[in-house]
């Protein structure tokens, strides 16, 4: 699944580790999922669009798009 998350990351100069100590998983977590390797549950999606007050469909979207 493609994703915004680094670009929107970088905007507010937040590290990974910053990053994820928001979302409240490991550094491990965000780097697997900016580097689309791993597809976050729906649950952490949500958590994801709100702090960056988007919508998910704004940060996610399917690799065939």
């Known amino acids: 699944m493609k994703n915004q998350l680094k670009e929107l ?3 507010r100069g937040w590290s990974q580790a910053e990053l ?3 979302l409240s998983v ?3 977590t965000v780097n697997a999922i900016e580097t689309e ?3 976050p549950s729906l649950p952490l ?3 994801i669009a709100k702090l960056f007050e988007k ?3 704004d ?3 399917p690799e065939s798009e």
Do not use: C, P
Request: glycine share 0%; proline share 0%; no cysteine.
């Open 20 to 22: 994820a100590e928001h």
């Open 59 to 61: 940060i996610f979207s």
């Open 9 to 11: 990351r970088a905007e």
């Open 45 to 47: 999606a949500f958590k």
């Open 26 to 28: 490991s550094r491990q």
């Open 37 to 39: 390797k791993y597809d």
């Open 55 to 57: 919508k998910i469909e």
